[in-house]
């Protein structure tokens, strides 16, 4: 057995610390002391690798309050389809992981460290842009009516409404359409701004 640390190991424990933790990538003065400039570019709150973090972490911890907190950040993105606040992305990009089943076309998965100069900073995993990529996206009937980011969603329609879409059809061409019909979402899928949503898509 060697008596050598692995380099990821050298000079901090394996437990998260604030140096290799995404969550304390912030824009204050201390996270910059704690981790420089990179915690201003690329691992930015509002950064690729900070979103993709996010939504993995959202998606896998039951939307806890740091992921509710987050859902309320009020600053504005662009991205290419659409303006959101970056609350609305996160809930968002949170949903394209949570209610992803499967992903059809030639599509290639990603994975890289959070913070490329921490040796010990986490992976964090994402689908590269392709018009190949084919998302399949489906809920549980039976816990969806709880679920906390699917409410987000209906309650503001717009920040999702290309994975509603998605959803009611994939439910309609497996035939189960009907497994939802106690559900909120059903009603949702049910009302004319949706029929109208829909037949405009």
């Known amino acids: 057995m060697s008596i050598y640390r692995k380099i990821s190991n050298v000079g901090q424990s394996v437990s998260t610390t604030p140096i290799n933790n995404p ?15 990179i915690g201003n570019t690329i691992c930015s ?7 993709v973090f996010m939504s993995q972490y959202c998606a896998s911890n039951g939307f806890n309050e740091i992921c509710e907190l987050s859902s309320k950040d009020n600053k504005l993105l662009y991205t290419t389809t659409k303006e959101l ?44 842009e392709s018009n190949d990529c084919i998302p399949i996206y489906q809920v549980d009937p039976l816990t ?10 209906l309650s ?9 879409v998605n959803i009611y059809k994939t439910a309609l061409r497996l035939n189960k359409l009907h497994e939802l019909s106690q559900t909120k979402l ?4 049910k009302s004319q701004d ?8």
Not at 45 to 51: A, I, V
Not at 87 to 113: F, H, P, W
Not at 156 to 164: C, F, G, N, Y
Request: proline letters at 4%.
């Open 23 to 37: 969550l304390t990538y912030t824009n204050t003065l201390g996270s910059q002391f704690n981790h420089g400039a």
């Open 45 to 51: 709150p509002y950064s690729k690798n900070s979103q």
């Open 85 to 128: 606040t970056a609350g609305d992305l996160l809930v968002y990009n949170t949903a394209k992981i949570k209610y992803l089943s499967s992903m059809l076309g030639t599509c290639v998965s990603r994975s890289e460290q959070f913070d490329p100069t921490v040796a010990s900073s986490p992976m964090i995993t994402y689908w590269e």
């Open 144 to 153: 969806i009516d709880e679920d906390v980011v699917m409410n987000k969603i």
């Open 156 to 164: 503001k329609p717009i920040i999702a409404i290309d994975i509603l």
């Open 186 to 189: 059903y009603t949702f899928f």
């Open 194 to 201: 949706f029929q109208s949503a829909l037949s405009n898509i």
